[in-house]
């Protein structure tokens, strides 16, 4: 019998995701762990794996079509066993993360007899009050990744629109003088006429790409000899047609703008001399125990924000609740994103400990092996460009904590030191905090805490 | 004040034609040549090897023409007057180009030219006296030499293609250490003189920068014309003993008369001293230059061998010169990208543009129009009926992307593929385009309708 593949929960909050690649066609054998499909949440891609072995049915959510969990994606059962061409209503019950399996599947004939049970969305699903549909076949609860909205309908009669097709332009900038402004073929030659398009010069597999991709060739800048448009021009206007952002940077959009516009946002910034600390880390390394500059300022930050649990809190601007826990975000860069892994309970790992969780969760982060629920639930967060090269910055307070560091390249640099000029490493660190509960003199205490921790190697002695 | 607005350190194809450019657009010119104006390519490239082939080709077709009714009875030939006539063409055309610079007020100048300095060279004349030269801008075209890997003996039984050149005599049993281009070419010419020729070539094929198809049609006709492949394994344990080469491939001992030494060719850039002028160099030797052949110093500019990622062909080095010369005025022009290649093996090559191979590594999706010369009118007529042309076509808009032509006459039927790809037309206009008959461009037209399946000359598939 043939068996459900569903869109797998793969995390607590995880509510609806996107299959981005099917690796498997339809009629492709599947054995049990093969991969099905790759999909995309709104923290990282992950590959789902087949539980049953067969041959792969049928596929209901194609590629890029965002859905909720638990939805029926497709079909695994015996070669040319029958299945419905409508896939049944989601599973309601959530399956074992990260199962994509389900634990009955429908038989041949799954439409439900009752209309008004038919459409019942999930509980989890964030689907719109469903209006029962009429045709007792189900539908699943589908939204489409988010386009961009359609233009307004246009009025054009069929020999206009081929007209315009021919000279590959958008007839949407033609006015049209037929009744109710409607786009009839003299308008469309009018304009060209107007738009001088007989002097344009285009290369024939230019204007055939064009066609293809629905360019304006009006619009393009030739860069070919006098001017002439070349296949390179019609590539470069296809790049600038609006590309849908992937889930991952959706959501850093959304919750940027959502920091930026309701924290206060107050910055601190301090340079830590880390000459010392970097000569006892060498000293370190010479004995076989490897640590980087990060593990080190994650730690001044840990103890410090045991120091200032202010810090360490969380305000809705009513109320203010202490975090417990140092959850301590680290901000890793990932192909066209960041990601932030968190270390849990961090005020309770040793310097061995927080090295290793950090070079784990950082590998984890740049192979896309992470899972949603290791990006959730931070309570304060540090962002390091040591290795980028950059003198100082500010960075942007994940929601749902009161501050974040941004730390930036040590630097050799003159320094007065006890009324000489020596050459130190500086290192810049800015810390953005949330007004409304921290104040600039706390903010500036805690800041420095962390400096004279990164400063006090006998400190670091102590802790190695 | 500088001496001069422009100086080009090289007079060959790259050189000659940077110089004369800059003197047409008002610059005060120098070019510095340490040996012989037209460089390698006229001297001891392009001009002189296809002279010989010309030479080679004529008794050839002398000697082997009775199905054409043509019957010639004692066809000898005579090496030393065919060098004899090289030589005299090579005079010929250098003396052209001499008079070309002088027509065009450029003062050549003849000696080593190094630099001394961003904007300043010194030259060595032949007379041992140095001359301080120096210019707004300077163009490098130095060109490159054969490579002579250290492990060959130094002997005078082992030669580059520039020494072969000068042989009076041809060997009896000639090796070739290289199936490249310059290897296949003196293989061919030598191999219709009558000479045994043995190519060994340590990649898996000849000729690798051409698709498979390509190869196996120059390798069938080579085979026929007597010469022998050693492929897939490199000549080692190379010796000169007894009046003769040897060395082993595989497990096997092969000799010759003569070693030629065609491994690939290395930039003329150690001598220049570039560091004192801040120019980069790679760790081949070469100079990475921008789209316009400008260095990493502003007022220095490279074309040409020399150049990293050069084609290493004598026209492409010309309108690098070209280029190198307009942007040294400020114009905005810049180095072509389709550049034919021709190879003037028997059969002849031509190539331009994206090759299949090259779609295959790029992960391009690439559709073929393939037409064979043996379904050819003019083909059947002239008796060169091996080889094919063949279009590499985008799948969907049909745009020529590349072309490659193995046949007779290959090198001059590139032509119009370059100009096709370079216009970006489509099969469409190189089908409705009319093609003479009977001649072998209808090659191209009828490939083009092969994309369409809408060929009329060859059978339905």
New interface residues.
Partial sequence: MAQVVIFPKLGQTMEEGAIVKWLKKEGDAVAKGDILFEIETDKANLEVESFFEGVLLKIYVREGITVPVNTVVGFIGAAGEKVPDQPPAPEAAPAPAPAAAAPEAPTASPAPAVPAAAPAPAPVAPAPAATPAPQPSAKPVVQPAPAPTPAKRLVISPRARACARAACIDPARIKGTGPNGRIVEKDVLAFLSAANYDALRI????K??AA?HEIDILSVRGSGDGGRI??EDIERAQRRKPVTLSRMRQIIARRLVESKQTIPHFYVTVKADITDLMAFRADLKAQGRSYSVNDFVLEAVILSLEEFPVVNSVTDGVTVSWRGDVDLGMAVSVDNGLVVPVIRAAQTLTLAELNAQAKALAEKARTGKLLPDEMVGSSFTVSNMGMMNVDQFTAIINPGEAGILAVSTGRQVPTVVNGEIKIRTMMAMTLSVDHRIVDGSVGAQFVNAIRSKLENVELWKALV | MFDFDVIVIGAGPGGYPAAIRAAQLGKKTAIVEKEAFGGTCLNWGCIPTKTLIASAERFHHAAHSEAFGVTAKGVTFDYAVMTERKNDVVKRLSGGIQGLLKSNGVEAITGAARFEGPNRISVIQPDGVTRWLSAATIIIAAGSDSAMPGFLPKDKRVMDSRAFLDLKALPERLLILGGGVIGCEFACMAAALGTKVTVVEMLEDIIMVLDRDVRRVLRKRMEALGVTFLTGAPLTDIVVKNGEVSGTYKDQTVTGDLLLVAVGRRPNTAALDLARAGVNVDERGTIPVDKQGRTNVASIFAVGDLVTGSIQLAHAATQQGVVAAEAAVGMKSTVENICPSCIFTSPEIGLAGLSETQAQKLGRDVKTAVFPFVALGKAMAAGETDGFVKWIC?P?????LGAQVVGAHATELIAEAALAIR????V??IGNTIHSHPTMSEAWMEAAHTFHNACIHLPKR
Avoid: C, I
């Fill in positions: 290369t024939p597999a230019a055939r790409l293809e070349m296949v | 985008d969907v808009t049909g745009q020529v216009n970006e037309l489509t469409d206009e």
